[in-house]
Nanobody, 117 residues
Framework: QVQLVESGGGLVQPGGSLRLSCAAS????????MGWYRQAPGKERELVAA???????NYADSVKGRFTISRDNAKKTVYLQMNSLKSEDTAVYYC???????????WGQGTQVTVSS
């Protein structure tokens, strides 16, 4: 079992930055692909960025060059550095852990990010 707790959301002006953190509890964090998803009002949840156990990353086209995902296996934490934020980045951001072997998958409760002047 893995529990995920997100933090770092808030209100930021367009062009600003935020760093989201997701702290995991449980074992074998290093064997999970970690991802950040977001869901805006009236829209489906979408993948923002993911990083696998080997450190390979992938990003949604809409955030490439602006967002960076990273992980610290010793701290069991994954981060999402968000720069040059836009109003369309406003959403609830969810942390996801997916076992690379098997079908286990876990979600955090989400953290609100609002980009507005």
């Amino acid at each position: 079992q893995v529990q995920l707790v997100e933090s770092g959301g808030g209100l930021v002006q367009p062009g600003g930055s935020l760093r989201l953190s997701c702290a995991a509890s449980g074992s074998f964090f290093y064997l999970y692909t970690m991802g950040w998803y977001r869901q805006a009002p009236g829209k489906e949840r979408e993948l923002v960025a993911a990083i696998n156990s080997g450190g390979t990353t992938n990003y949604a086209d809409s955030v490439k060059g602006r967002f960076t995902i990273s992980r610290d296996n010793a701290k069991k934490t994954v981060y999402l550095q968000m720069n040059s934020l836009k109003s369309e980045d406003t959403a609830v951001y969810y942390c996801n852990a997916r076992a690379e072997s098997g079908s286990l998958e876990f979600w955090g409760q989400g953290t609100q990010v609002t980009v507005s002047s």
